[in-house]
Each structure stands twice: as C-alpha cells, then as structure tokens.
C-alpha cells in the first residue's frame, strides 16, 4: 500500500535501535519518511554540532554532513561523499537537514540544482540532477531503510456460508434462497426456501415434498427464511397447512397435516427459533 502524500516528508527526532550501519558515536534520527515518486537526492545527513565545525575547520555551525550516499543516486552521480557537508541548496543557506530535506521534498524530480558542500576545509560546488524515488523510504542519518512494496493482493471470492436448518414440524432440511439470486432463478423463483431433504415418515414426505421443491409461501404468506417457516406453522391452529411450492419452475399447492405433537421422529434442537 502507498503512502499518503502528506506523509511523504515527515520530520520527526524519534530515537531509532542502532544498527551496524551507524556510527556508534551517531544518535539515529528519523529524517523524512518519503513515498515512492518523491524528489530525493540519495544522502543520509546529520546537523553539525559545534565540535564536529571547529573538527571539520567550518566557519559557521551550520550545514548538513553527510553520513551515506545512496549508490547510484543523484548525489552519487553527482560526486558527493561521505563527509562532505551541505551548506547551501541552489543558493538557499542550509542550516540544518530539516531544512534541507524539505527542500529537496519541494523541488521537482529532473530538475538540476547547485550544491554548496565543505571537503578538506575547502568549498566547491556541484550540479546534481533530483532524482525521483523507485520506492518508499525511511531516511535516517546512517542511510536509507527501504520499505518494501507490499504486493497487490489478487481479489479472491469468499464463498457464502451455507446455513442448513431441519424443521422438526415439517420434516425437512432447507436452505434459504435470498443470498442466492442466481440460484433462485434457476429454480425459476425470485425468493424462497430450498428443500434440501425430506426426512422418512414426516408430515413432509406423506404431502409429497420432494429434495429440490421451494416453499414460497406458508398459508398464502411469503416466506424467505427458516424463520419465516418456522413463525407460520407456530402460528397457526390448525393442524393443516398449505404449502406453496415451485417444482420443475411451475407453483402448485400442497396440503401438511402436521402431527399433533408438532414434532417428528428425528427433532433437532438447531431449528431457528420463531
């Protein structure tokens, strides 16, 4: 997943774990955060305290040391080196490297710019090209930490889960219909309940209910749901239902006379309440 862009250039001094890479003389700092396609020049870079200036015969305690060179960078290309210190970016006095990588950060990707760096108690200047980041990155003042890309995850498709009921009332095992659009036109119905299987010797299997019929209705009202079944024969007084079904795509009738128990040789206590 990408960065956002506001996170592009963070600044932040958040103590990190040294790790061989740094100086053990080198507290490691978080210097920017960077996304891919940022402007970046390839240097890990530290602030000059006043003993490293008068070390390094500066004038001023000011600047940006350079610590690593990214290979194959715009700096690297550029002839910069380790120890070499930023002082100024296309003319603009660097006074540290907040203001530095937030410069860098601002200036587009191909664009030359003219650096001021301090080597063997000498000035020079040098042209470098602002390269455009391949990946995102945390800068630190012992290098470059890549983050690597996290792959696209291909788009799988979860199957739905398969909710069984049995109806001790009726004798059968169903499934409902709704979550299944395709599969309810293929049993020529817009909603309903499938019929699973009809257990042996229910009021189901003497009415005639067959695996594969849809009950669409119960005493002319819609069902869609184990539930909905379920709360209609609970519903009623009678001992006798009608049943609406769809076989074989056409809608037909069918008379249930329950037991007078309302229950059958093989109960389970799974069926959804009302």
């Known amino acids: ?69 990214d290979e194959n960078g715009p700096a690297a290309k550029a002839g910069i080196k380790e120890g070499d210190v930023v002082l100024e970016y296309n003319g603009t006095p660097v006074e540290g490297i907040e203001q530095l990588v937030r410069m860098v950060f601002e200036t587009p990707a191909g664009r030359q710019v003219k650096l001021v760096i301090w080597r063997n108690a000498a000035s020079q200047t040098v042209t470098a090209t602002v390269g455009e980041r391949p990946g995102p990155v945390i800068e630190t003042p012992g290098g470059v930490v890549r983050i690597p890309d996290v792959p696209n995850i291909p788009s799988i498709q979860i199957p739905r889960f398969q909710w069984s009921w049995q109806s001790t009332m009726l004798g059968i095992e169903g499934e409902s219909l709704g979550p299944e659009r395709q599969l309810a036109e293929y049993f020529g119905v817009k909603d309903g309940v499938l019929v699973k299987q009809v257990m042996r010797n229910t009021p189901a299997e ?41 076989r074989d795509k056409h809608e037909m009738p069918l008379t249930v006379t329950l037991d007078q128990t309302g229950s059958n040789p093989h109960p389970n206590p799974a069926e959804p309440p009302a």
């Open 1 to 69: 997943m990408r960065m956002q862009s506001n996170l592009a250039m963070v600044i932040a001094a958040v103590g990190l774990v040294a790790s061989p890479a740094f100086s053990q003389s080198t507290r490691a700092r978080i210097v920017a955060v960077q996304s891919a396609g940022t402007s970046y020049l390839g240097i890990g870079v530290v602030n000059i305290g006043a003993d490293r200036a008068k070390a390094l015969n500066l004038k001023d305690q000011r600047g940006a040391e350079v610590t690593h060179v």
């Open 206 to 246: 003497k009415a005639g209910l067959k695996a594969g019929d849809v009950i669409t209705k119960v005493n002319g009202t819609a069902v869609s749901s184990a539930r909905d079944i379920t709360a209609q024969l609970r519903s009623t007084s009678n001992r006798t239902v009608t049943l609406t079904i769809v």
